[in-house]
């Protein structure tokens, strides 16, 4: 039986416009689908366009030099990317909703925890005060927080970082969105506080059959939450594949490279392989395949020519001329 779209992104271009009218491709025309109730890993080294692409779903480009000049998002039928901005707001917070890498800086320092759960509870339903403090309490409690009460009436200065993690999870799960979209959100925590928080996403990712974009850098997170993953590189989707298939046999150098790089208990592996350079700048691309001068299979042809994303089967796709010459 397939599976039903939840959301659909299409041909999704975002550029960064500077005052000379010059711009740069954050985001290259990628194409992807997010079913219901699955855990969707978006992987890549930083500056991948990982973030912008979030973003870009989110609408959340508005105050920055950001502009998407092309593509569709289409989230339950509606596309984002033409909606009126009224509309939007409305989904936001609602239909789907974002963890931020930083709770710290995503959270408003001037606020308490309680007037910020409630601004959000009641923009997206008909409670009252009184129904939606009882709610934010709820919440607090449904992600393991002691002594709601007490929490609500907190400042996030006063919270530490799971513990404002935690409460950045009940803000956006408290109006029970059908996506959520989680931008590194154990970053900035340590690993016993990250263990719990992700242990804690999916447990209400099962109970509210929810789906989530997890997007991370981090290769044993992707393992342990994800059905399916996408790697990006240089703002392309280069590799999409079912988890196990990704892991068992990844097709794109740049996938080898990342999974190579992961360290291996008990592999007796004194240095660890890592990829040569780093990430073109965005205003000055390689020409043809954008991995090209950090791959050691590269040819002329890959110098020259972009490859396409081609379905490999199984599930998987890879923008690889090698793969496409067999």
Known sequence: MPQEVLLSVKNLRTEFFSSKKSSVTAVSNISFDIYKGEILGLVGESGCGKSVT????MQLLKDTPGKITNGEVVLDGVDLVKAPAEDVRKIRGGKMSMIFQEPM???????????QMIETIRLHSDMTKEQALAHAADMLKKVGIPDP???????????????????????????????????????????????????????????????????????????????????MYAGKIVEEAPVEVLFGNPSHPYTQGLIASVPKLGSGVKVLPSIPG??????????????????????????EQEPELIDLGNDQKCRCWLKQEG
């Open 54 to 57: 979030s973003l870009s779903i």
């Open 105 to 115: 800086s995503a959270l408003n320092p001037s606020m308490r925890i309680d007037k």
């Open 149 to 231: 009460p007490r929490v609500l009436k907190n400042y996030p200065h006063q919270l530490s970082g799971g513990m404002s993690q935690r409460v950045m999870i009940a803000m956006a799960m408290s109006c029970d969105p059908k996506l959520l979209i989680a931008d590194e959100p154990t970053t900035a925590l340590d690993v016993t506080i990250q263990a719990q928080i992700l242990d804690l996403m999916k447990k209400i990712q099962k109970e509210e059959q929810s789906s989530i974009l997890l997007i991370t850098h981090d290769l044993g997170v992707v393992a342990e939450m994800c059905s399916r993953v996408i790697v």
């Open 278 to 303: 780093s990430v073109p700048d965005l205003a000055s691309m390689p020409k043809g395949c954008r991995f090209a001068p950090r791959c050691k299979y590269a040819t002329d042809k890959c110098r």
